[in-house]
C-alpha cells in the first residue's frame, strides 16, 4: 500500500440521484478524513474518524450526506439526492494521529458532477 | 473559527526567481500545512510546521506564531514548480480537520 486510494475518480450523475464514494487509507492510519474543494477555492473540512467513530462532522455535511468507517479502515462517503451545487472535487486524506505529530496524507480524489 | 488568508492569489515568474508565498491566520493553532496541489486534483503535504523553520531541497518554509504568519519560498524556481500551493492550519483543541486558505496559482514560465 503505497498511499490513499479513492473510488471512483470521477463520476457524473444527474440531479436527485445518489452517490457513493470510497476511500482506503494507508493502513496503518487511525484516522480519516473527509473534504469537498469547489473550483477555484481550498479544500473544506466535511468529518472525520478515528478508527470507526465520527468524531467531528462540519455544518457543511448536510443530512444529505452521510459518511461510514464500519471496520475503522476504508470509508465511505454517500450524497443522497444530489444538487448541483454538490458538484466538487471529494479529498479524502488519512494520518497516523499522534498529539504532537498528525500529518495528513491525501488521496487523488474523487469528481463529481451533478447534471 | 480560523480564517486564513494567502497571498498572492496568482504569481507568474520567470524560471530561476526566488518565490515568496505568504499565509496569514486569525486563531492559535496547533500546526500550519503547506501543501501542493496539481492539476488534476491531488494534493501532496510539503510541510508541517508549529513553529521556527523547514527546508526540504529548494523548498523552506517558516512560520512566526506571534504574528500569525507563515511563508513559503521556492529558490531557484522551476517550470515543474508550476501548481497551486496550499496553505491550512489545524486549529487544535480537539477540532482536527484542517482549514484551508484558497491557494495560490503559480506559474514558473521558462
Known amino acids: 500500500d503505497t498511499g490513499v486510494s479513492q473510488d471512483p475518480r470521477h463520476k457524473i450523475t444527474k440531479r436527485g440521484q445518489n452517490v457513493t464514494f470510497r476511500c482506503d487509507p494507508i493502513?496503518?492510519?487511525?484516522?480519516l478524513y473527509w473534504y469537498r474543494q469547489t473550483l477555484g477555492q481550498g479544500p473544506e473540512f466535511l468529518t472525520y474518524f478515528q478508527n470507526e467513530a465520527q468524531l467531528e462532522k462540519s455544518r457543511l455535511l448536510s443530512d444529505r450526506f452521510s459518511a461510514e468507517r464500519p471496520k475503522g479502515s476504508f470509508s465511505t462517503l454517500e450524497i443522497q439526492r444530489t444538487e448541483q451545487g454538490d458538484s466538487a472535487m471529494y479529498l479524502c486524506?488519512?494520518?497516523?494521529?499522534?498529539?504532537?505529530?498528525?500529518?495528513?496524507?491525501f488521496g487523488p480524489g474523487t469528481r463529481l458532477t451533478v447534471l | 473559527k480560523n480564517e486564513v488568508e494567502q497571498s498572492p492569489q496568482n504569481l507568474t515568474a520567470q524560471e530561476g526567481e526566488f518565490i515568496t508565498i505568504n499565509c496569514s491566520y486569525s486563531v492559535g493553532i496547533s500546526a500550519l500545512h503547506w501543501l501542493q496541489q496539481h492539476p488534476g486534483g491531488g494534493i501532496v503535504s510539503l510541510f508541517m510546521?508549529?513553529?521556527g523553520k523547514k527546508k526540504h531541497g529548494r523548498l523552506i518554509a517558516t512560520i512566526n506564531i506571534q504574528e500569525k504568519h507563515s511563508s513559503l519560498h521556492i529558490t531557484a524556481s522551476h517550470p515543474r514548480d508550476s501548481a497551486v500551493y496550499i496553505c491550512?492550519?489545524?486549529?487544535?483543541?480537539?477540532?482536527?480537520?484542517?482549514?484551508f486558505g484558497k491557494g495560490t496559482h503559480l506559474i514558473i514560465q521558462p
Open positions: 491550512a492550519v489545524n486549529s487544535g483543541g480537539g477540532a482536527d480537520g484542517l482549514t
Open positions: 493502513s496503518e492510519h487511525n484516522r
Open positions: 486524506a488519512s494520518s497516523l494521529f499522534r498529539l504532537e505529530y498528525n500529518e495528513q496524507f
Open positions: 510546521l508549529s513553529s
